[in-house]
Structures are given as structure tokens and as C-alpha cells.
T-cell receptor, first 115, second 112 residues
């Protein structure tokens, strides 16, 4: 089944404790992206990647890191989480390098709480 | 950069009634327009998209949307709402510079 998977789905952590949220897609998509969803703000892009070893900042990159060592995986890293990073996070992928031109396929989301 | 406005935060309709969700965008050229639906606890699923051609596009689950360039709008419609349509709906606009923007979303409640 074609899908985007994220792990974990739920995570409660404390300020400053490094964490990684994994994202994997099995559709051989070029483009992958991370969003955070906050009430009243919709989805805001954190980082995106157009190909292996090619990543770029989105609208709200501060406090986050990403890597794209393999085409299928695009982990999101929070080196020192803070409470303002409590949010619902979505990973997405798209078949084209330029995601603005095509549908994105979304993972199920990761709800992160930072205490 | 483009932007998207969904003026209605929350809409309630009765089951069987018609639905229209509003979306306005700001972009200099012809944008790529999308409507996504998010059911509770789920990721986003594409309902329909507009790139060019016929300005009335049909999507899944009986939804349609009409692109009106003169009004910078891409409103989503459904003639008869079902209880299972209760969800949050997001309008999004993309361009060929790899920029994608989402609206803040409209939450739809369906009354029995």
C-alpha cells in the first residue's frame, strides 16, 4: 500500500531533551516536507527536500533540523525542544520536485507535547 | 509569496443541505489550487485540484470547486452534505517556485 508513515504518533517530552520524528514514504517520491499544524494557523511548512541531500527552509524552520540521506526517509529533529514546539506535525511527499505543482500525500501526524 | 484566506473558521449545516466553503487567494499568476480534507485524527487527503482548463473541477466524495479568477476565489461546494463529511477543510495554493501555502482551515459540523 502506498503510504507515508510517521513515528511516533504521540510523544510527550520535556524541554531540552533531543528527539527525532521519523518519516518514510514508499512511493519513490522526489519531494518531502514537514509541516506543523496549530489551531487558527493551518499548516505551516518547516522544511522541505527536493531530493537526496537537498533540503531547504520553509516558513518556520527555527528550532528544527532535517536530513535526507535516503530518498524514502526524511526525519525531523528537535535538538532542544521547547514548549512552543508543542504541535501536530505532518510529513508529506509529492512525486514532483516542485511540490507546488502537484498533490501532496500526508502521513497520519505526530502529536508532540513539550513540557 | 502567495497567501490563502478561508474566511469561515467554523460552519454548521444540516445533513442533506448544500455546502459552500470559501477560499480566497492572493497570487500574481495563475496558481495551482487544492482542497484537502482532514478527518479527526487523520492526515490530509486531497479532494480536488485545479491547474488549468475548465474552471469547474470535480473531486472525490461528490465535491466540486470553481476557480474564479476575477474574484481570486476557489470555493468548494457539495449539493447535499452527509454526516460523514464532518471534518476540517483546507484550501491550499501552490506555484512553480515550490511554494505551497495552506489556509487556516474551516471546520464543518453536520447536524442530523
Amino acid at each position: 500500500e502506498a503510504q507515508v508513515t510517521q513515528n511516533p504518533r504521540y510523544l510527550i517530552t520535556v524541554t531540552g531533551k533531543k528527539l527525532t520524528v521519523t518519516c518514510s514514504q514508499n512511493m519513490n517520491h522526489e519531494y518531502m516536507s514537514w509541516y506543523r499544524q496549530d489551531p487558527g494557523l493551518g499548516l505551516r511548512q518547516i522544511y522541505y527536500s527536493m531530493n537526496v541531500e537537498v533540503t531547504d527552509k520553509g516558513d518556520v524552520p527555527e528550532g528544527y533540523k532535517v536530513s535526507r540521506k535516503e530518498k524514502r526517509n526524511f526525519p525531523l529533529i528537535l535538538e532542544s525542544p521547547s514548549p512552543n514546539q508543542t504541535s501536530l506535525y505532518f510529513c508529506a511527499s509529492s512525486p514532483l520536485r516542485l511540490a507546488g505543482e502537484d498533490e501532496q500525500f500526508f502521513g497520519p501526524g505526530t502529536r508532540l507535547t513539550v513540557l | 509569496a502567495q497567501s490563502v484566506t478561508q474566511p469561515d473558521i467554523h460552519i454548521t449545516v444540516s445533513e442533506g443541505a448544500s455546502l459552500e466553503l470559501r477560499c480566497n487567494y492572493s497570487y500574481g499568476a495563475t496558481p495551482y489550487l487544492f482542497w484537502y480534507v482532514q478527518s479527526p485524527g487523520q492526515g490530509l487527503q486531497l479532494l480536488l485540484k485545479y491547474f488549468s482548463g475548465d474552471t469547474l473541477v470535480q473531486g472525490i466524495k461528490g465535491f466540486e470547486a470553481e476557480f474564479k479568477r476575477s474574484q481570486s476565489s476557489f470555493n468548494l461546494r457539495k449539493p447535499s452534505v452527509h454526516w460523514s463529511d464532518a471534518a476540517e477543510y483546507f484550501c491550499a495554493v501552490g506555484d512553480n517556485n515550490n511554494d505551497m501555502r495552506f489556509g487556516a482551515g474551516t471546520r464543518l459540523t453536520v447536524k442530523p
